[in-house]
């Protein structure tokens, strides 16, 4: 069934503005000249003109008044030209892959070491990618800010890897990989590249068994598969519960191979701190070392980001510390359209947050869910011991809300169930931020021993950070973030908007849509790296030869130069504050309002306040010590001061976003007994941002059109 | 509860180092180890004090950054990393020492730091499959025994912290090798390279400054995966039978 928009009723009902509602906009900068934190709040009002989009770009005016008091999602934004891409070429689905492929122009071997790659990041996609670009003779640098290239946080990766291999002969294919994909994102990703990552999602089995790579075997010695969240049949190859890391140490093994074959030139313990553009072309990076705090220069042909996600924005989230939006931040300021920023994936099943010096949330797998029965007590004043509340005064929520579904409901529902009932005050734990997840009935029917067999692991783990025995006591869990969909908007190619900068794995924005399904991700950051850029990337490299730039070029000398100011400027700031409490600060914000449930009001307010926090780091944040040594407060002050911009990005995203879909769920727009709504007459396109400068975004529309999924509401009736 | 650490500190890699006091009085039993660390630097930073630096990236487990010596024991009290050490394995009043690791060839960077960059390199030697991209065939071409696959895997679940070389007093980095060495043996891709592996890898270790293994069975005991002793047993089997034969080529 396809979704209908909205009516006037429902408009009315769920506070949704008018469509194409334009006011005179006002200029939300001035905001906090003003009123420090209330001012921000939205208005639904019915004075709509009916002025497109296209022509709202007018609409910037009243700069420079201090007494407004309200905003609107369309003043903070400019609207541009539409997008689309233009390398998938126009043939039937199952045929684009090839046809791209035959197409491409070719690099003579023999030419390939005159050309110079550039790769940024060194987990799933970015490994993969240099050792086999490597490979195929081209001149490799690769960039990672860890002290070696097996620790990018691919390798904490655990459940397992999709493929459409139909080994269980349970009906699987390609076609069916894409379309549980598809419909997995909410209908909000491009059909051609979804369809040819299930392509390539067999030849990575292939390619990481033969490289080594440890996956869980049956006693015939075949490979076993499991079942993941979203999908009818078991095509989850894994390794235990550590999958991405086998993964990686097996991508990592091939780039160490072509280390030691001098195709691929290793720096470690160096972060990317700015994109080099030379007449409109991606040709170089600017890289501090992180150990002598020499900033150095790097030049290329193109330029790679396999830099991951950006779910550090929030503080709290299961990413490493180390996670950051640094190198695509720094891309997207220099001309890369960001697309679906708001995107993010929160996980259900994660360890509580235990105090304030909290770091990171761990997740617990998903799998735990079959078993174990989610809970609270029916009265927020009730504080006994768990194993002393009887039956009849606990709620078990999920099963009372989806009685079909029960414990087992997508990730999205199940995490904004948990915030519900701890927003009615009913959480448990420290700070009422946590629910129970009880194995008690599970121990009974199947005995502890089976209990142990199937989660043991997972169980000691639970008892290692918390202290606790979940086989005595019911674990606590809540939401956490875990994943971003969004990234640099890309092409078929994997070429963002700027010529030469290709982005693959969680850095782009490609195949998700609007919501990941497990089992993914690993996926995709191989599918780009082993297959798909190796085989898109010489067609740019054979278009050139690109001019030789010299390290004197003035735009190189500005990149530098923008980089060494930057570092000089954090280190005189001398403030009073440390940058954790700046970027903790930030975190909050994007949780409470641009969490697991968005409104109009909240992203204003949200808006509002990531400015003054901005304002604040800019003057108030204290960084000790010098450039030349290691210096981690400088390296995380950098990141938070990127994290300040990009959290204003998303929630502008968000706001303007009127519906919701998959990870993003506006609370305007919801079904009567609350479900997600979509509008796709209005939202079905990927949203893509070109940087504004002290200016607004500006919004590029690539439309989205299903020819071979049919779009539907999702139901988890 | 209120501690003190007494935590090595050091500018550079050819600055003197020492060790230096710290009172940490608000500690919580829940917080990880590393997070007490991160409330040291905070005050530290408000008073004007260079915070302490330290390797530490996904704090789960799994990516091996973390690593320091406490109380003389590589990743402490217990066989887990120190990043998933926690707090409540101390009491109120307790005096820690936190040191890098110590070996010659790990070279303290600062602090806490040190350069763990020969692990790499001994990777680069030959642990690894020449399985160019693209030319595999396919995954069920080859059945691997269950039992050799999950001993393959638990060889293969080694993060490369180097706890076995600051626990070990030779300074042996050979569980690492052996693990490695172990994890590819096993299997029917790693079999074509496999005496070359383990004679250029061997070799690569001893080049890098680690010492020899003498069996004494430290780097066993502190390895937060548990990788066993018998790797190096393996390792010590392939390297004789390389030594005769010679290598592949």
Known sequence: MMSTPPTGEQRRRFGLPHRHRREPAQDFA????????????????????????????????????????????????????????????????????????????????????????????TGLAGASAAATLGEAGYHVKSFCYQDSPRRAHSIAAQGGINAAKNYRNDGDSVYRLFYDTVKGGDFRSRESNVYRLAQVSTQIIDQCVAQGVPFAREYGGLLDNRSFGGVQVSRTFYARGQTGQQLLIGAYQALERQIAAKTVEMHTRHEMLELIVVDGRARGVVVRDMVSGEIETHLADVVVLCTGGYGNVFYLSTNAMGCNVTATWRAHRKGALFANPCYTQIHPTCIPVSGDYQSKLTLMSESLRNDGRIWVPKSGEDKRDPREIPEDERDYYLERIYPAFGNLVPRDIASRAAKNVCDEGRGVGPGGLGVYLDFADAIDRMGRKAVEAKYGNLFDMYAQITGENPYETPMRIYPAVHYTMGGLWVDYDLESSIPGLFVAGEANFSDHGANRLGASALMQGLADGYFVLPNTINDYLASGPYPKVEEDHPAVVEAVESVKGRIETLLGIQGTRTVDSFHKELGHIMWDYCGMERTEEGLCKAIGRIRELRDEFWSDVKVLGANEEINQALERAGRVADFLELGELMCIDALHRRESCGGHFRAESQTEDGEALRHDDEFAYVAAWEYGGEGKPVLHKEDLHYEYVEMKQRSYK | MKITVRVWRQANATAKGRMVSYEVPDVSEDMSFLEMLDVLNDRLTTQGEDPIAFDHDCREGICGSCGVVIDGKAHGPQQTTTCQLHMRSFSDGDVIDIEPWRAEAFPVLKDLIVDRSAFDRIIQAGGFISAPTGAAPDAHAAPIRKEDADDAFDAATCIGCGACVAACPNGSAMLFTSAKITHLGLLPQGQPERRSRVLSMVGQHDAEGFGNCTNIGECTAVCPKGIPLETISRLNRDLLGALVRGGDE
């Not at chain 1, 539409?82 to 791209?100: G, L, N, Q, T």
């Open chain 1, 30 to 121: 001035q905001h906090h000249d003003g009123d420090a934190t209330g001012g921000g709040t939205a208005t639904a009002t019915d004075s709509g003109t009916g002025t497109t989009m296209e022509t709202s770009t007018q609409a910037t005016g009243s700069h420079g008044s201090s007494s407004f008091r309200s905003l609107d999602a369309d003043s903070v934004f400019e609207a541009g030209a539409p997008i689309e891409d233009k390398k998938a070429p126009h043939v039937s689905i199952e045929k684009r892959w090839d046809e791209r492929k035959f197409n491409a122009k070719l690099v003579n071997p023999a030419n390939r070491r005159k050309l110079s790659v550039i790769i940024v990041g």
